[in-house]
């Protein structure tokens, strides 16, 4: 006997990444897994580029059927500039892969009957044997609850309460430029590489993704690039206000930034960045922006309901381990259902697990910050708050 035999239904709170790896996984135990997200229709896959970690490599061939190869660009090598541009390269295999590509995997996996997208649980209640789900004017009883709704959570604090992430100090621009409109020269000088430039108080990177939901022939992939700056509070307000004075908050979607923060952000790439990469922010059509945070619990469950993905620990991107942390929750939360004799000693399990892998996450993310000169005084009204995101 074993804890999966103390279930029958599961309710995930959240449809992106970490909570499709919990439904995927929870499903395959033959547990009837309702996932409901807020956000309504095809999402944008143009957004992030992802180190593929070995955790959601194994996670896709296993649990999806999908060779992880097939929806990847694999890397040979580090390539390093220096200001003036010149480069020197390390050997180092890695497999790079898209948000998109991940998310696509994942959802043609799960049964579109169990995937609620544009119904957010507006509240969960915990009860003696599990939690009522809100969603609308409905409500759905489920054995055990898994909050999956990101680092702006509405839910947290019914797990952690004062565990709100709060702003690090600095932004990272991204872009993307799809294949066909990269020069050539440009990409012959970062094929099969994945590229950086650590400058005063900034880090540039990039490197080739997949391109639609992991389209990797020749001529459909994406450059990505990532460019961390400092910004104090009023920067980040700047930032992330639109070009029709609208203020986003913590994050700014692509197409919207104001005209006088793109030539801000044009004149210090010319300032600041080698030309390679100078040119890469210029031939970029939509940059966009998101803050940078740090998030940590000193819990993930209470009682039933559990916290996971960037709900629980929200980890710096330096290092890249977003994904792969949100992986594992779902490996080891399957593996310690199936193992361990009781829902209560599984779950103990787990959270004891998960605590440890992401506590050690957040300070490694804060160091790697703070070796790169990023991190800056953070006001005390720098609180993320579930509003704002």
């Not at 709170?13 to 547990?31: D, N, P, R, Y």
């Not at 001529?219 to 986003?248: E, F, K």
């Not at 922006?289 to 330096?318: E, K, N, W």
Request: glycine share 10%; charged share 20%.
């Amino acid at each position: 006997m074993s804890a999966v035999s103390d279930i029958k239904s599961v309710g995930v709170v959240g449809g992106s990444l970490g909570g499709l790896f919990q439904a995927v996984a929870l499903a395959e135990l033959g547990l009837d897994v309702t996932v409901w997200e807020r956000s309504a229709g095809r999402p944008d896959d143009r957004g992030a580029g992802i180190v593929l970690q070995p955790g959601v490599a194994w996670f896709l061939n296993t649990f999806c059927g999908v060779d992880p190869d097939s929806v990847s660009v694999p890397v040979t090598h580090r390539q390093f500039f220096a200001r003036d541009g010149r480069s020197h390269q390390t050997l180092m295999r890695q497999q790079m892969i898209s948000w998109g590509a991940i998310y696509q995997s994942l959802r043609d996996r799960l049964d579109r009957a169990r995937y609620h997208d544009g119904r957010p649980a507006t509240a969960l209640v915990p009860r003696p044997d599990g939690v009522a789900v809100h969603v609308g004017d409905t409500v759905q009883p489920v054995d055990l609850a898994i909050i999956a709704d990101g680092s702006a959570s509405r839910h947290r604090g019914l797990v952690a309460p004062d565990s709100t992430p709060r702003y690090a100090g600095y932004v990272a621009y991204r872009g993307v430029i799809d294949e066909t409109e990269l020069p050539e020269d440009l990409s012959a000088l970062f094929r099969d590489r994945f590229s950086f430039y650590d400058g005063e108080r900034t880090q540039f990177l990039c490197y080739f993704i997949p391109g639609d939901f992991g389209a990797t022939a020749p001529g459909s992939r994406r450059m990505n690039w990532v460019w961390y700056v400092r910004a104090d509070a009023p920067a980040l307000d700047r930032v992330t206000t639109d070009r029709d004075g609208a203020a986003h908050g913590l994050s700014l979607p692509p197409g919207l930034i104001a005209p006088q923060v793109y030539a801000e952000l044009l004149d210090r790439a010319q300032k600041v960045l080698p030309e390679p990469l100078r040119r890469l922010v210029e031939l970029t059509r939509e940059p966009f922006a998101q803050a940078i945070l740090d998030g940590r619990v000193s819990r993930m469950r209470q009682d039933r309901l559990l916290l996971t993905g960037d709900a629980a620990f929200v980890v710096r991107p330096h290092t890249a381990a977003s994904a792969e942390k949100a992986a594992a929750d779902a490996i080891i939360l399957f593996t310690a259902l199936q193992q361990l004799p009781s829902l209560d000693a599984a779950l103990a399990a787990w959270e004891n697990n998960r605590l440890a892998e992401g506590d050690a996450l957040y300070r490694h993310g804060v160091g790697l910050g703070q070796r790169l000169g990023l991190n800056g005084p953070v006001p005390a009204s720098a609180a993320v708050s579930g509003q704002n995101y």
